[in-house]
């Protein structure tokens, strides 16, 4: 079989290619589509390689002088992009350039924390935030932490008569299921947007893998907490590689807002966890192993981030 590689070196350039060419595959990274590939398991049809795009990369945050940096046309929902103080992330950005920012250390700690959880530092060199989010594992690592941070994502496409055609989606819109999202054929992942973390706020991540290097998530997640003394008054809670995508836990969510923590509101905010996964996904062999373990994961996850803002 043979496919045309392209390499655009401008943005404008990407658009045009992915417009006229609906069938081709975006390529980031390449760590997972080339392996893919090479197992005969990728997608057919062209490809189109991002990598030479600089204004795909880059991590900074949106002040009035770079205010719609990109350009708006149109948005779908008005959200979190483009806000003076909110925080920009190029999807080509490696997660070892993730792991590094200093800005991201400030601002969302946790995601810089999932980097660094993510395969080898190779893989790391290598692979992307865009590409993560696009290949839509159950099992990504950086997800929970931008479902807790109420992320969004900015989608570009080219229309035929050159105008540019901008849609903005909450990540947990643009995830659909496993290994499926929002975008649509003629789009481009451009941006990945969230605000500055509050000061006042706990954040934790964790992941359960069968090693503690190069092991894919059986369990991850994120949560961030902001109590009041003891009461919780905000929390985002979402777990990974539990259901058949990444997502927020809002049953456990609902439980716990306005409660004390203590050990049995946690406890109870596991169980609740847990019979949302199982509503999910049903009974499998694994159930009787991994529901016991949600429940536990989430109490001590929700903990973790509440002495994390103990510690502020």
């Known amino acids: 079989m043979s496919r045309t590689y392209f390499q655009p070196t401008a943005l404008e350039e990407a658009l045009q290619i992915r417009r006229d060419n ?17 197992h005969d398991r990728g997608p057919a049809g062209d490809l189109i390689d991002l990598s030479k795009i600089m ?36 999807p080509m950005s490696t997660f070892t350039e993730i792991m590094e920012s200093q800005l991201l250390r400030e601002a969302a700690g946790i995601l810089c924390e999932a980097a660094e959880t993510v395969g ?22 950086c997800i929970p932490p931008l479902l807790c941070l109420n992320a969004a994502v900015e989608l570009l496409s080219l229309g035929s008569d050159g105008s540019k055609c ?30 500055r973390s509050a000061g006042d706020m706990g954040f ?60 049995e509101a946690l406890t109870a905010a596991g169980k609740r966890a847990a019979e949302y996964v199982l509503e999910k996904t049903g009974v499998r062999a694994s159930s009787s192993y991994k529901l016991p373990v949600i429940e536990r994961f989430t109490a001590s996850l929700i903990r973790a981030a509440a002495e994390r803002k103990t510690e502020i």
């Open 204 to 263: 934790a991540f964790q992941k359960i893998g069968r090693r503690n290097a190069l092991a894919i998530a059986r369990l991850n997640g994120s949560c961030a907490i902001r109590l009041n003394g003891n009461t919780v008054t905000s929390l985002s809670f979402a777990l990974g590689a539990a259901t058949s995508k990444p997502e927020r836990i809002e049953s456990a969510e609902e439980y716990l807002k306005g409660r004390e923590l203590t050990d």
């Open 120 to 141: 080898s530092p190779q893989i790391r060199n290598r692979g992307t935030i865009g590409g993560n989010l696009c290949n839509a594992s159950a099992a990504a690592d």
């Open 55 to 90: 204004e795909l990369k880059g991590i900074h945050e949106i002040s009035d002088s770079n205010h719609k940096a990109v350009g708006c046309i149109h948005e779908t929902t008005n959200c979190v992009h483009e806000k003076a103080g909110s925080i920009r992330i190029g």
């Open 22 to 38: 609906s069938e081709a595959s975006l390529l980031a990274g390449g760590t997972d589509l080339v392996v893919a590939m090479r």
């Open 166 to 195: 901008i849609r903005i989606l909450p990540l947990e819109m643009f995830l659909l299921d496993s290994k499926k999202t929002d975008i649509r054929s003629d789009e481009i992942l451009t941006g990945i947007f969230f605000q």
